[in-house]
Structures are given as C-alpha cells and as structure tokens.
C-alpha cells in the first residue's frame, strides 16, 4: 500500500553500475572504482549506518568503493577519542601552536609535512614507572660489573681465605641488588672496596646523581624544613620523607590532550585563538553571517594548495532529538578565529554515535601552525566535551585509510584505532590490520572464516521505493511498474546500504 512520503525520511537515488575515474592518490587514470547515489535528503541515523558498511559523502554525493577492484582501497577508520594520547609528533604541533599564541614564535618546519613514523619514545610515553624501572636496572647492571673486576683482581692478590670472604660479600651485594631490581626496600647497598686509580668507580664514595633526582632531594629538604615534624597536618613527627610526595603512578601521569591544548596563556599574549562550531545547514545566523569571509578562505585553499577552482561545498540534514547534544545533530562548521579573523574551517557531521570529519580548509598563510593536525586534535577534544551529555557519541571517524597511499597513512597514527572489514563490516583493531595490508593491498580484516554480513539485505522486496511522490514496498512497486534490467540494480543497492537502511531509506525512482 503507497503512503506519502514522510519529511524526515532520507531520499536518495541511486545510480547503477560502478564508476570508472581517475584515481586522486595513484594517479591511474581509469583505476578508482565505486558506487555512488544522490542524497536529495539523508537523516543522520541513515548517515550513521551508512558510513558503518563503508560509504561516505562529498557534499550530497555518497559513494563506496568496490573494494576488490579499486586500484586504492579505501577503508573507513575511527579513532577512540576516550582512549586517546597525543604522540610525540601530535604533541609538538600543539607546542608550535601554543608558542604561537604566546610570543608569536614561528617554528621553523612543519610537522606536518614530517613523517609520523610511531617512534620507541611514543610507544613507552606515559609509562614512566617502566622508564625509570629500566634506568634503575642499568645502573645496577654496571655496578655488578665494577664489582665483580674489582674483586677478580683482589682476588690474585690475596689467600683464599680473603677470597672465600669477598665472595661472601658479593654474594651479599648481589642479593640487594636483586631486591632493589624487584622492588623491595633497600636503604643501603655497604661496599668497602677500593679501586686502583684509573680502574673503576671509587664505590666508597657516593655514587654521581641524576640532575633529576638532586633537585627532588632539594624539594624533599625545603618540604620538610616548611613542615618538619607533619604535626599541622596531624602526621606523625618520624615521617618519611618520601611519603610528603604522592604515589609516582600519579606524579607520572602523562599529561591529557586537553593538559596541552587549553594551557594558559600570558595575559600579554601575542594572539588569540577561538574556535566557534556553527550550524550549516539549515544555515544559523552566525554561519550567514561568516559565510563571505570563510568562503574566501575557502577559495584561497582550493587555488593555493590543491589548485582547483573552487566550488561551493555541501551539507546534510540536521536534526534534533531529546538526549542529543545541545548543538544538535547534523553537519557544522568548526571556525578557527585568530585575533577576529578566520583562518581555518573544519567541516563536521554530529552523528549519534561518531564526529565524522568531512573537510578542512584554513589559509595558506597559516600552513606554519600545521593546522590539519591541530583541527584534528581540537575535533577528538571537542567529542570527549560531546561525551559527557551524550555518552554514545564515542568515536571519531577520519574518513578512509589507505595503505598504498604513504600521505594517507599518517590517519593510522591517532590511536587506538579501527579499520571496517569490508566483507563483514565489524571492526578490528588497526594493530591486526597492519600487517594483512602489508602483504595485500585489499583483506579482509575478520579473520573466522564463517562470519558474514549481519547487515545483509535479507528481503529486498521490503526495501521502500519513492514513486511520483507516493511510498511503497518494492515488492508492490515491481509488480506495478515492469523496468527491464531495474531489479538486478535494485539488488546492488539493497546489498551495499543493507536490510537497515534499505527498508527506512526512500529509493527514487523515476
């Protein structure tokens, strides 16, 4: 039975077969291959579910790519902003970027133009205590050493009875050594051996300090002269002095994303930095207002870095329920305003479960600030604000991850992250996935054998069909209207957007 179609429902007409075109990343003129319809209107639960099973938009334009074919395969990534911590690399452009705003210091370089190659140092950040763990047993490695030359030498020199005794005394050593290895409390390490000069450390005079460690005894001595007996805090007099400092696990935090990006700033800082999220569409008043000087910014980018003629981008539906944020859902701007001008724009989707990031554009003359790694860490910190009062808005999606491509890689560096199997559109940790691409540019990342598709279109006869403007199953709409060749491309639709969307999303036909 037909029935007018409803306001909210996501309209789109899908163009059968597959595209053949130019490849942006290989540069095969005939090599990238996908499937594409046009979203007259697309609900941002349709959109959810979509980019769920592979496929993503250009401005009302949705494409997926056949993966198998394509000369790039492209799959979607998410990142898990909860789980988030800046690198190495990522940590250095919010420092640039801080030192900006500070003093106007332009750094020289650009990280982002820098491999993002993960490094040991990233891979340990954050896990002091296992640095420090590490530095200890070193020390004590060399101190075995000294120890045991020391005493070989001694050893030619003396009796047997000596040497039985030194051997006692080694062993002793040997044994604190091994608690202070595993933890255990051990104050004092007694050797009463003295080296020829010119032969091994003198270890009956104090061992040479870390720089680190001088200036945590000084704090130590200035705490405990401040407090010298803990009776005001009403601890007792024989305090430790250890115990005035908190557990390492919690002085050794590494600091948060948000510990670097919203550091305070001298109150004569050179610049000032505000980022705004507006509505797009349908346009606030604060987007038209900004739409001229953001569009010129837009058309700088296009011309200077891509050399394209510019165009005018595109956006998707927004919407509104109870228990959303408070902005809403739908496609947005993310302006960055510097001293009262924009220099760069981020265009966002607000999913129910995900940011996705669409675009950016900022002005050339700003490439210093290496702001497509900057916008990227300000949208991860802006879904963990989102989080709070939305806790299944989770996850940030980056667009697709292409392998094969060296520039496209560097979205494998914001971890933890997740590729899409493109065969049963679950997903796997990037970690698992590295290694199948490297030996195969299209894999399939689940890895049991009998999983499939639980998406899968199971029914296509209730797959809902738009037909001069009246709603119907397509079960009833194929017996009405007889279109030869029509079912197989019915088909092929109803197999990439799967049962879900198949049966909520309204097929145009004409």
């Not at 592979?54 to 998410?78: A, F, H, L």
Request: proline letters at 7%.
């Amino acid at each position: 039975m037909a029935s007018c179609a409803p306001l909210s429902s996501s309209i789109v007409e899908y163009f059968e077969g597959e595209d053949f075109y130019r490849c942006g990343y290989c540069k095969n003129e005939s090599g990238s291959r996908s499937n594409g319809m046009w979203a007259h209107s697309m609900t941002v639960q349709d959109y959810q579910d979509l980019i769920d099973r592979g496929w993503r938009r250009s401005g009302k334009y949705v494409y997926k790519p056949v993966m198998n074919q394509t000369c790039c395969p492209q799959y979607t990534i998410r990142c898990r902003p909860l789980q988030f911590q800046p690198s190495k690399s990522h940590k250095k452009v919010l420092k640039k970027m801080l030192k900006f705003l500070a003093n106007g210091e332009i750094s020289k370089g650009n990280c982002e133009d820098d491999p993002m190659e993960p490094t040991m140092e990233d891979a340990v950040a954050g896990d002091v205590a296992l640095i420090n763990k590490l530095d200890i047993q070193c020390d004590l490695q060399r101190l075995g050493d000294n120890l045991k030359e020391t005493l070989e030498r001694e050893e030619k020199k003396k009796g047997r009875s000596a040497k039985k005794e030194e051997s006692n005394e080694l062993i002793q050593s040997q044994d604190k050594k091994m608690k202070l290895g595993s933890g255990e409390p051990s104050h004092s390490v007694e050797v009463h051996l003295v080296p020829k000069p010119g032969q091994g450390a003198d270890l009956s005079k104090p061992p040479c300090r870390k720089a680190k460690e001088i200036r945590k005894e000084r704090k130590r001595l200035k705490l405990m002269r401040q407090n010298p007996a803990g009776e005001r805090e009403g601890a007792p007099a024989q305090q430790d002095p250890l115990s005035l400092f908190p557990p390492k696990a919690k002085s050794n935090q590494p600091k948060s994303l948000e510990d670097f990006m919203f550091e305070s700033l001298p109150e004569n800082a050179s610049h000032k930095l505000e980022v705004r999220v507006v509505r797009s569409s349908p346009p606030s008043s604060e987007f038209k207002a900004t739409m001229l000087e953001s569009y010129q910014v837009y058309k700088r980018y296009q011309m200077l870095i891509h050399n394209h003629a510019p165009d005018n981008p595109t956006v998707s539906q927004p919407e509104t329920p109870p228990g959303g944020p408070d902005c809403g859902y739908g496609s947005f701007h993310q302006q960055y305003w510097l001293d009262g001008k924009i220099i760069a724009v981020g265009v966002i989707d607000i999913l129910p479960h995900c940011v996705s990031s669409v675009y950016l554009y900022y002005d050339p003359d700003y490439s210093f600030l290496s702001l497509g790694v900057y916008s990227a860490l300000r949208e991860i910190a802006f879904i963990r604000q989102l989080h709070e009062k939305t806790p299944q808005l989770s996850y940030y999606y980056m667009g697709f991850y292409i392998h094969s491509c060296p520039k496209m890689k560097y979205k494998g560096h914001y971890r933890p992250s997740d590729l899409l199997c493109p065969e049963t559109y679950v997903w796997v940790p990037i970690e698992q996935c590295l290694p199948l691409l490297e030996t195969s540019k299209y894999c399939r990342f689940n890895q049991d054998p009998e999983a499939e598709d639980e998406g899968r279109s199971r029914d296509p006869d209730r797959l809902q069909v738009f037909y001069k403007k009246a709603v119907m199953p397509y079960g009833v709409y194929k017996k009405q209207q007889r279109e030869r060749g029509a079912e197989a491309a019915v088909l092929q639709y109803a197999r990439l957007v799967g049962q879900a969307c198949s049966e909520r999303m309204l097929l145009f036909r004409n």
